[in-house]
Every structure is written in structure tokens, then in C-alpha cells.
């Protein structure tokens, strides 16, 4: 009953366990759907939605980096909320701009934005590469202040 009403802090392991497992599952989700596009590029390329004022090719290539490249460092956790940030956009127009908000028609895309956001705003966790360059990183950071100690 104690762990129900008093759950472990964020930096448990199983809290990072579960952030892993989010990243991993949502990550190679959203990349099958840049894949697809990217092997549909030609088909694409012409009918793609230009929300972004860049054009139908440029738009397109912007969706398959954030859907691909940005998904690869959102799994791993490196760069992590800056590769989000792509994700988030693409997801954005793709439920506001191309789905008009309707969750009818855009459901998929909705809920992807929801656990982008939810994921931006809780962080990588300690199984990612960011936690291990933050640890490394505050590690030298310390030694070095020893140093100026003695």
C-alpha cells in the first residue's frame, strides 16, 4: 500500500526501466511511418502536406529526419530534447495542421504530440546517453574543484 500512495521518486530505476522501454517502443513506432515515407518518397514528394511555407519536397524531407534521424537519438537518449523538438513540430502539424484538431481523423497523430510532450517534459532518464556525458561531465567537474582545494 505504501508504494501505491508513496511511489519511487523519478530517478528510481524502474522509473528509467520504463522511460527506456517509452523511448525504445514510441521511437521505432514513429520511425516505421518515417521509413514508409522515405520508401514512398517519389509518391510523396509531389502530394505532401506544406504546412511549414517550405514546400511539398523540403516538408516531406523535414518529416523522414524527424521521423527517422530524430528518432534514433530519442531511443538512444542522446541529444534528447533537442531531437525532440523536430518530433514534436512534425506531430504538431501533422494533428492541428493536416487533421484540423479532429481526434476522429488524427487520433494516431494526437496521441504521438501527447507522449512527445510527456516524454520532453520528464527527461531521457538514467538509461540514456545524455545521463551518462551528464555523469561524466559532473564527475570531472567535481575533481576538478578538489583540485583547486588542495
Known sequence: MNHFLFP????????????LVFRIFFGLMLMTHGISKLYNYSEL??????????GHELS???AI??????????I?????RLFMIPMLIVMGVAFFGVHHGSIAQGELAFLYFIVFVVMYISGPGK???DAKIYRYLHKKQYHT???ELF
Open 76 to 80: 538512444f537518449g542522446v541529444l534528447y
Open 145 to 147: 574543484k578538489d583540485e
Open 65 to 74: 529526419a524527424a521521423e527517422v534521424i530524430c528518432s534514433i537519438g530519442f
Open 8 to 19: 519511487q521518486p523519478p530517478s528510481s530505476r524502474a522509473y528509467s526501466a520504463l522511460l
Open 45 to 54: 514528394c509531389l502530394t505532401f502536406p506544406d504546412f511549414i511555407g517550405f
Open 127 to 129: 538509461y540514456s546517453i
Open 60 to 62: 516531406l524531407l523535414f
